[in-house]
């Protein structure tokens, strides 16, 4: 116990993540972007599938400890709609804890009006090069990808084919995954991702992957087939998630309850439908592109880390 107290970082280690929140900080104001502040405690949250936010009652009404600052900083672009605005923060997400995972994290997050997916995946682009310099991004859209490792198209085919492909490559099958049609092919898509693909991403130079399926569109805006979002891999390891972001309230509405309904069916809490951010966008959002990077793992990039531990003073037992 008496050694519990010590940071599980080291000095140098700390240096090295100051100076890349030092780089971060001159990379947005050299480039006119407000910096702005929301609440980490909110009485709204956003409501997806595979995110639990932690809860605290206060007053007898139930507030989120935020997954992310998205909510706040979109409210603050319906206000001010010219205004390129950035954040630096920590945000929380329930039972996530691993080499990469700590469940009180850094977030950066970032908008700029008048972009739409390909200017939003140009700037991540001018972003990462900025901080990480290791040259230009290449660029694969999600079905490429597939193609390439999988020789299987993810938005044509079926459960039973995925199915099919997680058997060839003995992958252990996750308990509860339906191999008819009545599953859920996003599932099934985003194991073969992260088990088969996604470790090979990102190695000979940054790639971001774009043109996600548009079941997968969170909060983008979709074009046919796919959503207008892109992510940014490095070494195997997703840093960014970026969209050209939802103006619908109608569509927004609707995709918070299907996301209820299949947290319903995992057994989660509903989380609320209803927000100021539905409030905002029905005065109006502006067209803009927006991106969230996950500064700690972009740190353990930075520094050669392996493990979340290295680059923080105090991660979740310590803390």
């Known amino acids: 116990m008496k050694s519990s107290f010590r940071p599980t970082a080291t000095l140098e280690k700390l240096r090295q993540r100051a100076e890349i929140l030092r780089k971060i900080r001159h990379f947005f104001e050299s480039r006119q972007f407000l910096e702005v502040e929301t609440p980490i405690l909110s009485a709204d949250t956003v409501v997806d599938r595979h995110l639990d936010p932690m809860t605290v009652k206060l007053g007898g009404k139930r507030y989120f400890l935020q997954t992310s600052p998205e909510f ?17 923060g920590h945000v929380f997400r329930k039972e996530e804890r691993g080499t990469l995972h700590n469940p009180e994290f850094t977030m950066l997050e ?62 252990t099958i996750p308990e509860g995954f339906e191999e008819s049609e009545t599953g859920n092919r996003d599932d099934w898509l985003d194991f073969l991702l992260s088990e088969t693909i996604q470790p090979q991403l990102g190695w000979e130079s940054p790639l971001i992957l774009y043109d996600f399926p548009a079941t997968q569109a969170a909060l983008a805006i979709t074009r046919g087939d796919v959503a207008e979002r ?13 969209y050209h972001e939802l ?23 509903i989380l609320p439908d209803e927000s100021r951010l539905l409030a905002a966008m029905e005065v109006g959002l502006p067209a803009c592109a927006g991106t969230a990077v996950g500064v700690d793992r972009l740190v353990m990039i930075a520094t050669g880390a392996k493990t979340i531990d290295e680059i923080l003073a105090f991660p979740w037992e310590r803390a």
């Open 247 to 269: 103006g619908d309230a109608r569509e927004l509405r609707r995709r918070n309850k299907v996301a209820n309904a299949l947290r319903r069916l995992d057994g989660k809490e």
């Open 230 to 242: 892109f992510e940014l891999y490095v070494q195997g390891m997703e840093l960014a998630n970026g």
């Open 110 to 171: 970032y908008y700029r009006p008048g972009d739409d997916g390909v200017r939003g995946i140009n700037f991540l682009d001018e972003f990462q090069q900025a901080i990480l310099a290791r040259g230009m991004a290449s660029r694969k859209t999600y079905r490429q990808v597939f193609e390439e490792v999988l020789q299987l198209n993810p938005h044509t085919a079926s459960i039973a084919e995925l199915a099919d492909v997680a058997r060839q490559r003995n992958l």
């Open 72 to 88: 706040g900083m979109k409210r603050f672009l319906a206000a001010f709609p010219d205004v390129p605005i950035w954040q630096m």
